[in-house]
Nanobody
Framework: QVQLVESGGGLVQAGGSLRVSCAAS????????MGWFRQAPGKERELLAA????????YYADSVKGRFTISRDNAKNTEYLQMNSLKPEDTARYYC???????????????????WGQGTQVTVSS
């Protein structure tokens, strides 16, 4: 049974940094894409970043490009999202996700990700 468990969320002041982690279990994720999404109240869930396990290519949404960095430690079956220069509009619940199948392209649509964690709250105060 695949499980994704996020941790590391919290309250941070604007301009600060935070790193969230996602520990995966139930299968080896090294050849799979893993992504980070977020959802703010009243808004749709959006893909922020993803890293393809087959090609090691990364994807970033324009809203976080240059501020957020996705990485993974395959030995630990864990992915990370380092968030710098945080803004109040980054306040949301952050989710890690993975598709069921390994692909050569990096999925960017919500419905391409079948496995989800429970999320971790990130709140940025102004």
């Amino acid at each position: 049974q695949v499980q994704l468990v996020e941790s590391g969320g919290g309250l941070v002041q604007a301009g600060g940094s935070l790193r969230v982690s996602c520990a995966a279990s139930g299968r080896t994720f090294s050849s799979y894409t893993m992504g980070w999404f977020r959802q703010a109240p009243g808004k749709e869930r959006e893909l922020l970043a993803a890293v393809n396990g087959r090609t090691n290519t990364t994807y970033y949404a324009d809203s976080v490009k240059g501020r957020f960095t996705i990485s993974r430690d395959n030995a630990k079956n864990t992915e990370y999202l380092q968030m710098n220069s945080l803004k109040p509009e980054d306040t949301a619940r952050y989710y890690c996700a993975a598709p069921r199948y390994s692909k050569y392209y990096t999925p960017t649509r919500l419905n391409e990700y079948e496995y989800w964690g429970q999320g971790t709250q990130v709140t940025v105060s102004s």
